[in-house]
């Protein structure tokens, strides 16, 4: 799976909205919206952030690994 296809899935399957995870990265919208479309390549930072809100690793989010496991703590 690709990326942007998985962060598209773990937002609507918590039934949030664009505009609500496009406020937790301090980015538009429209700019999360290109994310999850594939038009723009998301920032490591701001993978980084979406592994930590869904708790699931970063292996996860960029389809190196189908097992959501969960994000490691420090």
Same mark, same amino acid.
């Given at each position: 799976? +690709?990326?942007? %296809? =998985?962060?598209? &899935?773990? =937002? @609507? *399957?918590?039934?949030?909205? %664009?505009? %609500? +995870?496009?406020d /937790? /990265?301090? +980015?538009?919208?429209r700019?999360?919206?290109?994310? @999850?479309?594939? =038009?723009? =390549? #998301?920032?490591?930072?701001?993978i980084? /952030? /979406?592994? %930590?809100? $869904? &708790?699931?690793?970063? *292996? $996860? #989010?960029?389809?190196?690994?189908?097992? @959501?496991?969960?994000?490691?703590?420090?």
């Amino acid at each position: 799976m +690709i990326y942007y %296809q =998985r962060i598209r &899935n773990l =937002r @609507e *399957d918590r039934d949030l909205t %664009q505009q %609500q +995870i496009a406020d /937790l /990265l301090h +980015i538009g919208q429209r700019t999360y919206s290109d994310y @999850e479309s594939g =038009r723009t =390549r #998301i920032p490591i930072e701001r993978i980084m /952030l /979406l592994a %930590q809100f $869904y &708790n699931v690793s970063m *292996d $996860y #989010i960029t389809g190196a690994s189908d097992v @959501e496991s969960p994000y490691p703590e420090k």
